[in-house]
């Protein structure tokens, strides 16, 4: 099956400045990687996705990136704010029958600290 | 709106109890999900409907039931838990079109415990 790792699990960043996490997967026949926020008591949001026929993402502040041959993943974003604190995950499609009602497979997350 | 709801949003459950979880979107997605999330862990996939019918289930223990009516509502029956199935409980719903997978848009999740 998929297996999907996340870096780092904690980043602390300055507000204002920008911040980067990293994610691998395994298995080449996934094709859909979208990243979730999660703040406390709350389920999963949908910030962003990137198929794999795109490497590239953009939307406001938020960025994805998608290197199919070295099958990684990175969210970017820029110019932070207190309001992006949160735990993001990244997500990879685990391809069971090709269906299109796949379940994902979630990275381990990364806690994202903004310093005021 | 892209809105899932799921009830009770807290639910206290002994280990001889039946309950269930309950989960609705309206926005006409036929693929509908429940993951387990543990504390400080990502959430685990445990069962997918499509078009009304149980596509993948996985491995799930049987005192986990699912249930799709219609294609609005999804429920998660529990009878016998152990301590150790306490945890949040997400609903998910997509699009389903073959052979992509579309955005799954999350409920706030069921917080349960089991005493």
């Known amino acids: 099956g998929e297996n999907v790792e996340q870096h780092p699990s904690t980043l602390s960043v300055q507000e204002g400045d920008s911040a980067v996490i990293k994610c691998t997967y395994s298995d080449s026949a996934s094709n859909y990687f979208p990243w979730y926020k999660q703040e406390l008591g709350k389920g999963p949001q949908l910030i962003i996705d990137i198929r794999s026929n795109v490497g590239e993402k953009k939307d406001q502040r938020i960025a994805v990136t998608l290197n199919k041959t070295a099958k990684h993943f990175s969210l970017h974003i820029t110019e932070t704010q207190p309001e992006d604190s949160a735990v993001y995950f990244c997500a990879a499609s685990s391809e069971y029958s090709g269906g299109g009602a796949d379940g994902l497979t979630f990275g381990k997350g990364t806690h994202l600290i903004i310093q005021p | 709106d892209t809105e899932v709801t799921q009830t009770p949003k807290h639910l206290v459950m002994g280990m001889t109890n039946k309950k269930s979880l309950k989960c609705e979107q309206h926005?006409?997605?036929?693929?509908m999900y429940w993951y387990k999330q543990k504390a400080k862990k990502p959430p685990e996939l445990m069962f997918v409907y499509s078009y009304e019918k149980l596509s993948i289930n996985e491995s799930v223990p049987s005192r986990f039931s699912p249930e799709c009516p219609n294609s609005s509502l999804l429920n998660l029956h529990l009878h016998a838990l152990q301590p150790e199935d306490s945890a949040l409980y997400l609903c998910?719903?997509?699009?389903?079109?073959?052979?992509?997978?579309?955005?799954?848009?999350f409920g706030p999740g069921t917080r349960l415990t089991v005493t």
């Open positions: 926005m006409g997605h036929r693929a």
């Open positions: 998910a719903s997509s699009q389903v079109a073959s052979p992509s997978t579309y955005e799954q848009y």
